[in-house]
């Protein structure tokens, strides 16, 4: 059930930033960093359920460093320490996305 939950969650943010013709709408990097952070509580999600890493770069290609990135965290075992290894991987590419705006 999870995992069918993470499926919905993942096809839903991937036709979210879809717009018309080449005209992507402006975000804040707030927007952006906290879209990032929900893509990545799901692909940690699937690591932590042990979703093979060729299965979830071939539905989500565009999203390869994020995953290589995931898949560099332990999977845990117990559902508490699951879901602490999500919130800090939000963290981390929160981080990373904002530092990178910043940067620009």
Do not use: H
């Amino acid at each position: 059930m999870k995992r069918l939950a993470l499926v919905a969650a993942m096809l839903v943010l991937s036709v979210a930033p879809t717009v018309a013709e080449g005209n992507p709408p402006k975000q804040t990097p707030e927007q952006r960093c906290a879209m990032e952070g929900a893509w990545a509580s799901i692909i940690m999600g699937f690591r932590q359920l042990g979703t093979p890493l060729s299965e979830l770069i071939q539905k989500s290609p565009g999203k390869r460093a994020m995953i290589m990135m995931a898949y560099d965290y332990p999977r845990y075992n117990t559902e508490e320490m699951r879901e602490r290894a999500k919130e800090d991987f939000v963290i981390d590419v929160e981080k990373i996305c904002f530092n990178a705006l910043v940067s620009k």
